[in-house]
C-alpha cells in the first residue's frame, strides 16, 4: 500500500538565487509536484506538508521592499497559509482520504509581469490569479480557487490559497464549486 498522502520532493530556494524573467510553466514535473503537495496538505490538514508549494522565505525577502520582509512572510503569509489550508481541509470533508486532486488548472492568458516598484516590490514576478484546484470527492468533481500564484526564477509558488484580500479571521477557501469552477479573475499582486 502506497503512503498516505503523497509527497513528492521539491527542491528549495537559496538565499543567493535571483529572481529571473523566466516565465513559469503550468505544466512542469515541478509544478506538479507543488500542487501535490498543496493536496497532501489539504487532504491530511497537515499544512506543513503544502509548505512546498508556498512562495520561498528567501524569495519573499528579495520581492517585498519593505521594512522586515522576513516577519511579514511568516506572521502574515504563512498564518493565512496555514488557516487556509486548514480551511480547504473542512470543505473536502469526510471524503478527504479517498479525495483525488485531478488537475491545477492555470488561466495562462492572465498571467502578467508585476514590475519593480508596484505592490511594494523590490523586483518584478509573473503573477496569475484565480487558478483552479480541480479534485473528485465522493464520485464528484469539486474545484476551489488558488487566489495568487507568483513566480520566483521560472518556477509558480502559491502566495495566497484563499484570499488576498482578507474578509475576516481565519482562514478562507476562494471560490468553492460543483465541477471544475471558472478561473480567475486576473488581477492582484
Known amino acids: 500500500m502506497s503512503p498516505w498522502p503523497l509527497v513528492l520532493p521539491v527542491s528549495g530556494v537559496t538565499a543567493s538565487e535571483h529572481q529571473t524573467r523566466a516565465r513559469p510553466p503550468a505544466h512542469s514535473v515541478v509544478f506538479q509536484a507543488e500542487m501535490t503537495d498543496l493536496w497532501a496538505g489539504v487532504v491530511s490538514g497537515r499544512p506543513d506538508l503544502a509548505m512546498p508549494s508556498f512562495f520561498p522565505r528567501a ?3 528579495q520581492v517585498k521592499a519593505i521594512a522586515d520582509p522576513a516577519a511579514d512572510w511568516r506572521n502574515r503569509l504563512v498564518a493565512e497559509f496555514t488557516a487556509d489550508v486548514i480551511t480547504a481541509h473542512h470543505l473536502v470533508g469526510r471524503a478527504a482520504r479517498s479525495a483525488t486532486l485531478v488537475r491545477v488548472v492555470v488561466p495562462e492568458e492572465q498571467v502578467g509581469w508585476i514590475d519593480q516598484g508596484v505592490c511594494d516590490n523590490g523586483v518584478g514576478y509573473w503573477h496569475v490569479a484565480g487558478a483552479r484546484v480541480v479534485y473528485r ?11 495568487s500564484l507568483i513566480s520566483w526564477r521560472g518556477r509558480w509558488y502559491v502566495t495566497h490559497l484563499g484570499g488576498e484580500v482578507r474578509t475576516g479571521t481565519g482562514g478562507m477557501v476562494d471560490q468553492p464549486a460543483l465541477g471544475p469552477g471558472v478561473p480567475g479573475p486576473p488581477g492582484g499582486c
Open 59 to 61: 524569495a519573499y525577502e
Open 137 to 147: 470527492a465522493g464520485g464528484q468533481v469539486r474545484s476551489f480557487g488558488i487566489a
